[in-house]
């Protein structure tokens, strides 16, 4: 824990104690109130200092109304709430006025909180790493002696940096409507005391020269402790370069000669100097085996140690699987004859390496088991080989690793005093390259379970904890896994309400007790359960901005309701998901001690609501873009979103268009404005409302369009897995600047989308297991406000069903990834109406975003029928599409999976065919990041074909995207 921490940590602790000192000095006042009866609480009177606005505070007080068994419990319950705020000089007193109503009379100070730091300086230091530095922060409380240490802070600082004479002036400007305060620390830097000189205390002359010259680049700049730093560690990595492994930088220190300069002094002790030279080896180079010595002697030696070099050259062979590896070395020590000013004496190890071979296990046996079987033995040993090993190679690791898996396997099954000698590694005199390996085995007693035994808990809840421990009676006894059995019913009795139960006797001679033979064995959990709690109160802390309602809704607790465990981890998870707060702590607290009731004290701190996003970039589909967004993530402390995005993109291709278009290549900018406003619990009902006005022009395949669109979504969540939206969203499209003038035209659609989720992954960024399931049907009719004319008139319906699942292969490392998306759309207009039939282009189905299939670009894979022409062409009654997607992914590291893939998809008219599906192979990474995998795929056709051009489809595609799958 640094420094800082401690000090706020320490800070926050006085000043709770000396409220609480104060709180049981105000406890004069009840002298004649009987502490053991009961306490009404009719009013509360609340005298703030310090701020304006005393609102907050006041209500915090109120919430005290109400009755209380005695006066312990509401002394706890003001501690509770002092807790919750930041106050200081605290008093409390009971007063009874006429008709006997009792008055709680509280008064306190509230200090200032930081808003804002600022640094003043002539010279550049950036705020973050400033701000970092500071004991006062922003956010916290203003505190004069904190203030002052921070002055003292800056002030080394600049220091550090040359600037010795350095003054610092602390300025506060205050928001007293707010109960805050801004900190200006303005700096006179003085003039910098420059480096003019430097002192080398070091054995060669030489070296001496070659650090003097690093060292100059510093000559004539202000003395900057950072900088030097740098520069000693360049010089470290020179000498370590030059061979000095074991030279050490004694001593350096800056000494200050005059106003405005000083020499800078360095001892150095070098050490001998080692050079090493590799002979007879071909499966590592010379430079793999030196950093390989280096690395070796970097780990706390003060001297060559040749055995231990050895031994590290012996392993580094033995690793991939290369045994009797026999090395020998020779020293010779000698000048540099290059280099006359050196006369340093070099000590030159010359390794001679005779590299041997891989060992093939001929035989591998273990003897001794008579309760085992053997091929139960054998098959452990395979079940966990090493690579080497399973491909049949001597592993010695893996071969001396195994005594303790087979040891391990011996107790699981138990017999607890069984021995495993070896392994006896023979190599083979007639063969030298096989190898045969022997474990003897002595298993003694096998222990069996005569009966578990589980007290002191409630009788209906005996059986329910015998079925999820491992150890069962009348089978082997396992003792590896007894403290895990213990924590299984400890944990099982607090999800049943049990909060607090735990084992009585911890003993391991308490807990299993043996037979005079060791041949069985009973095992005894006596339990102390303590009594079940209940919900009495939830008290929320640290939500200045936000609304304590906010925090309560997403609480499914109700007072008297059983608290376990998850109970109070899903609070948690489901706070996080606000996405309002940095931190949350989930804990209990006292409360009605006879009704075995407690607090839930929930203590959360808030993030910044506003923020402002600005992101250049360059898509495939679209070009050159830029985006920018500002929003607020809390309006009105209600957890309620408003944002405005902006986004333009010129694009650099215009392959996606038809012909017509290419030729033209007409550069245009598109643009996408939208207005947002997301409001949960519209109503104080567990529904999600959102809102959003939306402008932009986009360029499609035959035509341009400018739109504007209002949507309005309700969202509700089931449960933890099932979730549904019903979406209404009215649009007003021209399309413009058509290749064919019949679509030039104004559009205007309206339509509802329910759609209803089914999510069983077990993670949404990098699913290892789990499926999918999404389906969705938009429908536009003249009733919901879609256009209706003599020449047009839109009614279509358009169903999706998107399905993902995840197969795990290989624990951690290996996915096995399918997607199958499939979708109908049909113009519903009457057959005898007179006007233009058919599903506007625009809402035609293409296979591009989630549904892309990579390798092929937009105008490639969304043609249909025989003359191959783009989907948008024809006047489209009835139409399908498929999509399909298979993608094993391997961990590379924590934030990097590799894929390869196979895509499949088309769309259709009228008729699906899928024999003519087009594909694709190819590999991809995956970066993955807080929302979702950014993606690099390059995707391979299988069958190129040729376009109506009469020109052969491209080999493939570079897709960039926001992981989808």
């Avoid at 009379?105 to 300086?121: A, D, G, M, R, T």
């Avoid at 000013?341 to 030159?348: P, V």
């Avoid at 619990?681 to 986009?698: D, E, H, V, W």
């Avoid at 993606?935 to 595609?957: C, H, N, V």
Wanted: glycine fraction near 6%; charged fraction near 30%; aromatic fraction near 12%.
């Amino acid at each position: 824990m640094n420094n800082y921490f401690m000090k706020v940590i320490i800070v926050k602790r006085l000043i709770f104690i000396i409220v609480l000192i104060s709180l049981s000095m105000s406890t004069s006042a009840l002298a004649s109130t009987d502490p053991d009866s009961y306490v009404q609480i009719d009013s509360v009177e609340v005298d703030c200092k310090g701020v304006k606005k005393c609102d907050y505070y006041i209500d915090r007080w109120k919430s005290l109304v109400g009755g209380y068994k005695d006066l312990y419990q509401l002394r706890e319950i003001i501690k509770l709430t002092l807790f919750q705020i930041n106050v200081t000089q605290f008093e409390y007193r009971l007063f009874k006025e006429e008709f006997a109503k009792t008055i709680l009379h509280v008064s306190f100070y509230v200090p200032p909180v930081v808003n804002e730091i600022k640094l003043q300086s002539n010279i550049a230091v950036e705020s973050a790493y400033f701000k970092s530095i500071l004991i006062l922060k922003e956010g916290s409380v203003f505190s004069t002696d904190l203030d002052l240490k921070n002055c003292e802070i800056i002030k080394n600082f600049f220091r550090e940096r040359g600037y010795f004479n350095a003054k610092v002036v602390s300025k506060t400007k205050t928001w007293p409507e707010f109960n805050k305060l801004d900190l200006l620390y303005t700096v006179d830097e003085g003039p910098p005391i420059l480096i003019k000189q430097f002192e080398v205390q070091v054995s060669n002359k030489k070296v001496k020269k070659r650090i003097i010259s690093q060292l100059n680049e510093l000559n004539g700049t202000p003395y900057d402790l950072l900088k030097v730093k740098f520069k000693i560690d360049e010089i470290e990595k020179m000498l370590i370069e030059s061979g000095y492994l074991f030279s050490q930088i004694q001593e350096y220190n800056f000494n200050k000669q005059s106003e405005n300069h000083g020499i800078l002094n360095l001892k150095i002790e070098l050490g001998e100097r080692y050079v090493f030279t590799f002979l007879g080896n071909s499966i590592y180079n010379v430079q793999e085996l030196r950093e390989l010595v280096r690395e070796q002697l970097k780990k706390g030696q003060k001297s060559f140690n040749s055995a231990q070099i050895k031994k590290t050259l012996n392993d580094m062979y033995e690793e991939i699987g290369i045994q009797n590896t026999e090395i020998k070395f020779e020293l010779v020590k000698k000048k540099d004859l290059r280099d006359k000013e050196d006369d340093s004496i070099i000590n030159n190890y010359i390794f001679k390496i005779k590299e041997g071979q891989k060992i093939v296990i001929e035989k591998m046996e273990i003897t001794g088991n008579k309760q085992i079987e053997s091929e139960k033995l054998i098959n452990l040993f395979t079940k966990n080989a090493s690579i080497l090993v399973s491909r049949n190679f001597y592993d010695k690791r893996y071969i001396y690793d195994f005594k303790d898996m087979l040891r391990k396997y011996y107790i699981e099954n138990g017999f607890m005093y069984a021995s495993v000698d070896g392994p006896e590694v023979k190599f083979s005199e007639e063969k030298p390259t096989k190898v045969s390996i022997h474990y003897q085995v002595k298993e003694d007693n096998q222990t069996m379970i005569e009966e578990i035994n589980v007290t002191g808990i409630p009788e209906n809840l005996i059986e329910k904890s015998l079925e999820i421990i491992t150890n069962k009676a009348l089978t082997p006894l396992n003792t590896s896994v007894v403290d895990q059995d213990i924590k299984r019913v400890i944990e099982f009795l607090r999800e049943e309400g049990y909060y607090y139960a735990n084992i009585k006797e911890n003993a391991p001679d308490k807990i299993i007790k043996f037979s005079l033979d060791l041949k069985r064995a009973k095992i005894f959990f006596n339990m102390d359960t303590g009594e079940k709690i209940f919900l009495s109160k939830v008290i929320v802390a640290g939500n200045d901005r936000t609304k304590e309602k906010v925090v309560k809704r997403e609480i499914n607790m109700r007072e008297g309701d059983v608290i376990t465990p998850t109970k109070l981890e899903k609070i948690k998870n489901d706070l996080q998901g606000l996405g309002v707060f940095s931190q949350i702590n989930v804990t209990l607290v006292p409360g009605e001690v006879e009704n075995n009731r407690v607090n839930i004290l929930i203590s959360v701190q808030e993030k910044e609501s506003g923020y402002i996003e600005l992101a250049p970039g360059y898509r495939t589909d679209l070009g050159v873009k830029f985006s920018a967004e500002v929003g607020h993530r809390n309006v009105s402390g209600l957890n309620r979103t408003a944002s405005f995005k902006g986004q333009v993109n010129q694009r650099t291709d215009f392959s996606a268009f038809d012909e017509k278009r290419q030729v033209r290549a007409q550069k245009k900018l598109e643009y996408l404005t939208r207005a947002n406003y997301i409001w949960p619990y519209i109503f104080n009902y567990p529904l999600t409302f959102q809102m959003a006005a939306i402008g932009s022009r986009k360029r499609y395949y035959s035509f341009d369009a400018d739109a504007l669109q209002a949507q309005f979504t309700l969202s509700k969540i089931f449960s933890e897995k099932i979730y549904g939206d019903l979406s209404y969203q009215l649009e007003d499209i021209i399309q413009k600047d058509a290749s064919d003038s019949k679509d030039n035209k104004h559009l205007r659609i309206g339509g509802i989308t329910p759609s209803i989720t089914l999510d069983l992954r077990d993670n949404h960024i990098s699913p290892q297991k789990g499926a999918y399931f999404n389906l969705s049907n938009e429908w536009a009719n003249p009733n919901l406000f879609s256009q209706r004319k003599k020449d047009l008139e839109i009614n279509y319906y358009k169903l999706v069903l998107r399905n993902k699942f995840y197969f795990p292969v290989v624990t951690d490392f290996a996915v096995l990834a399918i997607s199958l998306s499939m979708g109908r759309q049909q113009d519903l207009v009457d057959k005898s109406s007179a006007g233009r039939k058919g599903v506007p282009g625009i809402k035609l189905f293409r296979l591009n975003g989630v549904d892309l299939i990579r390798g092929f670009r937009d105008d490639e894979i969304n043609r249909v029928g025989i003359e191959g022409r783009d989907i948008d062409e024809y006047q489209v009654g009835r139409a399908y599409f498929l999509s399909f997607k298979l993608e094993p992914r391997f961990v590379v590291s924590e934030n990097l999976i590799l894929a390869v893939f196979y895509d499949a998809g088309r769309v259709y008219v009228d008729h699906i065919d899928p024999d003519s599906m087009r594909n694709s192979i190819g590999v991809g990474f995956k970066y993955l990041t807080p929302i979702g995998s950014l993606d690099f795929d390059y995707g391979i056709k299988l069958w190129r074909k040729q376009m109506p051009s009469g020109a052969i489809e491209t080999p493939g595609a570079f897709n960039i995207s926001i992981g989808f799958f």
